[in-house]
């Protein structure tokens, strides 16, 4: 299985900071790479998917990059709505393994 | 709107046995594959199964090691989890998602229902 390692677990950041999100596998997945949020009693939302494609209606704060093992999630702008955790998911290989996700907090 | 709406969820007795149901409206049900996915309390998502469109294709997780089984009726546009032996372990919040494939075979989850408590406690 492929193992997905996000960083930092847990972060906390002002509104405006500009934060990033680390993932890194544990093999090369290309860009096989997928990033959600989710807040608690809600639906998880895809963020960005392949690595670096917006999903439509996703505010364009949030930006994704990355190939072969590294990828990065990026928040321009932080914005209120945006305090949640967020996960990295590979879809290169079944099984679909999540990282361990990174809980953002206001500081 | 696209939406899928998860039940079935509740407190059930170690070894006892539970149906999940995924209803989904706004879409062509019977086009996309699905998935289940989970997430115990100060745990990660955790991805459980996969069907295909038909439901000829089923692909599970290691951990469930036969415990559960998906299914769907795609005249019902509804997908299902029967879970049986359940443990402790198993509590958590139980969601499907949709699979969507893309240029080059990438794939990913979207959209996700809200999820239904599955309690594991005696």
């Known amino acids: 299985d492929i193992q997905m390692t996000q960083s930092p677990s847990s972060l906390s950041a002002s509104v405006g900071d500009r934060v990033t999100i680390t993932c890194r596998a544990s093999?090369?997945?290309?860009?096989?790479l997928n990033w959600y949020q989710h807040k608690p009693g809600k639906a998880p939302k895809l963020l960005i998917y392949s690595a670096s494609n917006l999903q439509s209606g996703v505010p364009s704060r949030f930006s994704g990059s990355g190939s072969g093992t590294d990828f990065t999630l990026t928040i321009s702008s932080l914005q209120p709505e945006d305090f949640a955790t967020y996960s990295c998911q590979q879809s290169y290989s079944t099984p679909r393994t999540f990282g361990q996700g990174t809980r953002l907090e206001i500081k | 709107e696209v939406q899928l709406v998860e039940s079935g969820g509740g407190l059930v007795q170690p070894g006892g046995s539970l149906s999940l149901a995924c209803t989904a409206s706004?879409?062509?049900?019977?086009?996309?594959?699905m998935n289940w996915v989970r997430q115990a309390p100060g745990k990660g998502l955790e991805w459980l199964c996969f069907i295909s469109s038909s439901g000829g294709t089923i692909h599970y997780a290691d951990s469930l090691k036969g415990r559960f089984v998906v299914s769907r009726d795609n005249a019902k546009n509804s997908l299902y989890l029967r879970m049986s032996s359940l443990r402790d372990e198993d509590t958590a919040v139980y969601y499907c998602?949709?699979?969507?494939?893309?240029?080059?075979?990438?794939?990913?989850?979207?959209?996700w229902g809200q999820g239904t408590l599955v309690t594991v406690s005696s």
């Open positions: 093999q090369r997945i290309s860009t096989y």
């Open positions: 706004g879409f062509n049900f019977s086009n996309y594959e």
């Open positions: 998602a949709r699979n969507n494939v893309g240029a080059g075979g990438k794939n990913w989850f979207d959209p």
